[in-house]
């Protein structure tokens, strides 16, 4: 959740973000959501809120966080490389960019 922090405050200092699943325990300060956070739904709206920590004076409204989780890649193990070793030292050259297609499997 704090990897948004950034975005929303836009270089403020002094401001203290609070996220929440509701507007209204957004609005009241209630039930406050922390990392890590396991979404219900996908995707999910988050709801921030932003408080001045001098003033104590808040927003809750104006910001809303859009949660996707994306799928975990699932690869595919690739067919073998080989190369022949002409001149018997050991080492050959291997394009590894060969088998990207392969792995990713179309993700």
């Given at each position: ?12 200092t002094g401001i203290s973000l609070t996220y929440y699943e509701t507007q ?84």
């Open positions: 959740l704090e990897d948004a922090s950034d975005e929303i405050l836009n270089g403020q209204a325990d957004a609005d009241n300060g209630t039930n406050s959501i922390t990392s890590p956070y396991t979404n219900i739904v996908n995707p999910q709206t988050i709801f921030v809120r932003a408080t001045n920590d001098v003033t104590g004076c808040f927003v809750s409204t104006t910001a809303t966080i859009l949660l996707r989780v994306n799928p975990i890649p699932s690869p595919t193990a690739p067919m073998d490389l080989e190369e022949c070793d002409d001149d018997n030292d050991g080492f050959a050259s291997f394009d590894l960019e060969e088998r990207t297609l392969e792995i990713i499997g179309g993700e």
